[in-house]
Nanobody, 123 residues
Framework: QVQLVESGGGLVRAGGSLRLVCAAS????????MGWFRQAPGKEREFVAT????????SYADSVKGRFTISRDNAKNTVYLQMNSLKPEDTAVYYC????????????????WGQGTQVTVSS
């Protein structure tokens, strides 16, 4: 059974930082691309960042470029999202996802999803 478990969310002031962690189990982690998505109340789920199985190919949404960094540790079956210079508009539930194929930026390209972790940025 595949499980993706996110942690690290919380309440932070604008300009602050958080690091999200996604721990994966039940899959051959090193063969999956991993992504982060987010969903704010009343909005559709949107792409944030994705990383290839090797970590060599990375893509970000324009809204987070230069502020967020995705990384992975295949030995620990873990993917990270370092979020700096947070803004109130970053407030959302953040989801980790795994994809068998190459690094998709659309939610439909992912095979497994975590339950999400809440990130709230106050102004």
């Amino acid at each position: 059974q595949v499980q993706l478990v996110e942690s690290g969310g919380g309440l932070v002031r604008a300009g602050g930082s958080l690091r999200l962690v996604c721990a994966a189990s039940g899959l051959t982690f090193s063969t999956y691309a991993m992504g982060w998505f987010r969903q704010a109340p009343g909005k559709e789920r949107e792409f944030v960042a994705t990383i290839s199985w090797s970590g060599k190919t990375i893509s970000y949404a324009d809204s987070v470029k230069g502020r967020f960094t995705i990384s992975r540790d295949n030995a620990k079956n873990t993917v990270y999202l370092q979020m700096n210079s947070l803004k109130p508009e970053d407030t959302a539930v953040y989801y980790c996802a795994a994809a068998r194929s190459s690094i998709p930026t659309m939610a439909g390209g992912y095979d497994y999803w975590g339950q999400g972790t809440q990130v709230t940025v106050s102004s």
